[in-house]
Antibody, heavy 116, light 106 residues
């Protein structure tokens, strides 16, 4: 069974940084585009970032461009999201999701709280 | 950015009834639309992709239709486990976008 397990969330002050990780198993990770999707408290789903199978293409929602960086290590079956200059509005559960472009497998998410 | 507008925001129904959920796009997404179900404390689950194709393991009571800007998710006869929030999502154009969701409640 496909497994995606996120980690790295936590409490961070505004302006701070976090690095989220997603460990993938039970499928050939290098064959799939991957994305990060978030759900803020009381709100709906928001796609955040996407990365091509070999890492050659990356896309971001406008609100995180220049602050967040998506990356992957296919040798480690891992996906990452480096989040810098965090704002209150970035607080959410962050999900790792398997593409391409529709998401057929999701992790259970990791909670990011941004507060002073 | 393509904005997806879902209606109604909340749908109050009983088990056994038919549910009809709408998703309208601000510009054409052709047939590049998916539907997801999310229950509290769980990740979303892909139900329908490319407007009308059921994902693996999804029961036949879920069906999708539409193209261009108007799409519908139909649950033919609600089961107790179907009470959840439903989202549409387009993959036609970057950035990928989700609708605001429809809550199906008892």
């Amino acid at each position: 069974e496909v497994q995606l397990v996120e980690s790295g969330g936590g409490l961070v002050q505004p302006g701070g940084s976090l690095r989220l990780s997603c460990a993938a198993s039970a499928f050939t990770f290098s064959n799939y585009r991957m994305s990060w999707v978030r759900r803020a408290p009381g709100k709906g789903l928001e796609w955040v970032a996407d990365i091509q199978k070999d890492g050659s293409e990356k896309y971001y929602v406008d609100s995180v461009k220049g602050r967040f960086t998506i990356s992957r290590d296919n040798a480690k079956n891992s996906l990452y999201l480096q989040m810098n200059s965090l704002r209150a509005e970035d607080a959410a559960v962050y999900y790792c999701a398997r593409g391409p472009l529709y998401f057929d497998s999701w992790g259970h998410g990791t909670l990011v709280t941004v507060s002073s | 950015e393509i904005v997806l507008t879902q209606s109604p925001a909340t749908l109050s129904l009983s088990p056994g009834e038919r549910a009809t959920l709408s998703c309208r796009a601000s510009q054409s997404v052709r047939s590049y639309l998916a539907w997801y179900q999310q229950k509290p404390g769980q990740p979303p689950r892909l139900l329908i992709y490319d407007a009308s194709n059921r994902a693996t393991g999804i029961p036949a009571r879920f069906s999708g239709s539409g193209s261009g800007t108007d799409f519908t998710l139909t649950i033919s006869s609600l089961e107790p486990e179907d009470f959840a929030v439903y989202y549409c999502q387009q993959r036609s154009t970057w950035p990928l976008t989700f609708g605001g969701g429809t809550k199906v409640e008892i």
